[in-house]
């Protein structure tokens, strides 16, 4: 196996800068992802690797650091501006690029068959769908209020109105999802699928800051926690040292 590397700078060429990066030879793919405390869209993507079964090789560029400005202007960040997560898959001219989670997710299943993403009926699979596309392109009140921060834990966090009603929408299609597709498991579709990988982070949101949830809610939140994917993501967001002001500070908003 190959440990997950961490470098100041992303320079994946013959001269690394003085900065040696160690591979895996079994692994075609490479995942380039941020801070694992504060990183929700890297957490999207690194779920979506390890859901398809695939071997990659990991590696954290720490966010907002001293060196950020010109760590985000290196070869293996250009494709997606300096944006995580970013995966390539192989070397040389006939390698691929995929920078989003979304756009992970859907270039893996393609990879590995779609059945391991997306439920098989069309009727859950189109509310799958529905629900991913909702969070990749929604709720954005709440991602600035309750920015994606694991080692944190507040209680009594005042809302606004406009996060209020996402934490309403979500739970609503949360609900709903269980209700008419969730009994062949614990999550959201009953099985782990890109709906579960996309709101994970959603219920580390809800943990961190204390937002009250209904007893269904609850039990779907603890089976994300209680997911060995997670549990090994949190365990290494909890040993990271890099702070990152913005979102450690006392006040929630981001």
């Not at 219920?203 to 939140?221: D, I």
Request: some cysteine; glycine content about 8%.
């Amino acid at each position: 196996s190959c440990a997950p590397a961490t470098l100041p700078f992303m320079l994946d060429r013959p001269s690394m800068n003085g900065y040696a990066i160690r591979r895996c030879e079994r692994a075609a793919m490479k995942l380039i992802i941020g801070n694992k405390n504060y990183s929700s869209w890297s957490l999207r993507g690194w779920l979506a690797c390890k859901q398809s079964g695939l071997a990659f090789e990991e590696i954290t560029v720490p966010l907002y650091g001293e060196d950020w400005d010109e760590a985000r202007k290196a070869e293996d960040l250009a494709p997606s501006s300096g944006k995580v997560p970013i995966l390539w898959d192989g070397d040389g001219p006939d390698g691929a690029v995929v920078w989003d989670s979304l756009a992970i997710i859907e270039y893996l299943a393609d990879k590995v068959g779609r059945e391991r993403f997306w439920p098989r009926a069309d009727d859950a699979r189109a509310m799958a769908r529905s629900m991913v596309a909702e969070m990749h392109s929604s709720y954005l009140p709440l991602r600035r209020q309750l920015p994606m921060n694991i080692r944190k834990r507040m209680q009594g966090v005042a809302v606004t109105d406009e996060v209020r009603a996402d934490i309403v929408r979500i739970l609503t299609l949360w609900a709903e999802a269980r209700a008419r597709f969730g009994k062949g498991g614990p999550f959201l579709f009953g099985t782990f699928s890109a709906a579960d990988i996309i709101y994970a982070p959603v219920v580390s949101r809800f943990l961190s800051y204390g937002v009250p949830v209904p007893g269904f809610a609850v039990a779907y939140m603890q089976a994300i926690w209680d997911h060995e994917w997670v549990r090994a993501w949190v365990a290494a967001a909890s040993e990271e040292e890099w702070t990152i002001e913005q979102f450690d500070g006392p006040s929630a908003a981001a």
